[in-house]
Nanobody, 121 residues
Framework: QVQLVESGGGLVQPGGSLRLSCAASGMFFSINAMGWYRQAPGKQRELVATITRGGSTVYADSVKGRFVISRDNAKNTVYLQMSSLKSEDTAVYYC???????????????WGQGTQVTVSS
């Protein structure tokens, strides 16, 4: 089983910044990738950013230039630095992990509980 715990969400004014963290734990051998997804009410969950263990990143077009994803491999933690926040960034942000099981190295995927980010004046 994989456990993901997100933190850092909250209320911020437009133009402000927020930093999300997600710490992973469980019976995995190695992490292939971690990422952030978000879902606003009435909308589909969408990819925000992902990062591999080696540091390769992918960003949604809507957040390019404003968000930065990073990771600390030693801590099994991924971060999302969000800047120049807009009202349309308001959503529940979910951490995602893909790893290899410590038992047989089969693929393991997990989701965090989500953390609310609200951008409003």
């Amino acid at each position: 089983q994989v456990q993901l715990v997100e933190s850092g969400g909250g209320l911020v004014q437009p133009g402000g910044s927020l930093r999300l963290s997600c710490a992973a734990s469980g019976m995995f051998f190695s992490i292939n990738a971690m990422g952030w997804y978000r879902q606003a009410p009435g909308k589909q969950r969408e990819l925000v950013a992902t990062i591999t263990r080696g540091g390769s990143t992918v960003y949604a077009d809507s957040v390019k230039g404003r968000f930065v994803i990073s990771r600390d491999n030693a801590k099994n933690t991924v971060y999302l630095q969000m800047s120049s926040l807009k009202s349309e960034d308001t959503a529940v942000y979910y951490c995602n992990l893909e790893a290899q099981s410590a038992l047989d190295r089969s693929r393991v995927n997990g989701w965090g509980q989500g953390t609310q980010v609200t951008v409003s004046s």
